[in-house]
């Protein structure tokens, strides 16, 4: 079912600040930068590898990057797996019993088709299931 990781996403209260340690410190790049307004969240990617880290900065104080960072403070928010077939994929992991936050794919950053795996089902962790055309 899963391919790789597509990206891990980070919480950060500022991308701006952030972009100091990730480009000048690490010496990653920003390739782009998105406005998801269906989350409520700015999200800038930095490729690594065939994979990517994606800093997220909430758009609104309610938004639900905003409500981690007050709970728990900056850091890893979820773990992305890139799929084939999302759609399949969450029917198999409902039909095993898998809790989902999302039943079927809702629009990501980048054009991705995305739903989230409940992390109580998940060992504490949000799962991130990502579609993209290659």
Not at 31 to 54: H, N, R, Y
Not at 98 to 125: M, N, Q, S, W, Y
Request: aromatic letters at 4%.
């Amino acid at each position: 079912m899963v391919k790789k990781i597509d990206h891990i996403g980070i919480a950060v209260r500022s991308i701006d600040e952030a972009r100091k340690l990730y480009e000048s410190l690490l010496g990653l790049k920003i390739a782009e930068t998105e406005v998801v307004e269906e989350q409520k969240v700015k999200v800038a990617f930095l490729p690594i590898g065939d994979s990517e880290v994606e800093l997220l900065e909430s758009t609104d104080p309610e938004g639900p990057v905003a409500k981690f960072i007050a709970a728990k403070g900056e850091g890893i928010q979820h773990i992305a797996f890139r799929v084939d077939n999302i759609e399949e994929s969450l029917a198999a992991l409902k039909a095993a019993g898998v809790r989902l936050i999302d039943e079927k794919p809702r629009k990501g950053a980048g054009g991705a088709k995305i739903a989230f795996l409940h992390p109580k089902e998940t060992h504490g962790t949000l799962i991130e299931l990502c579609e993209r055309e290659d």
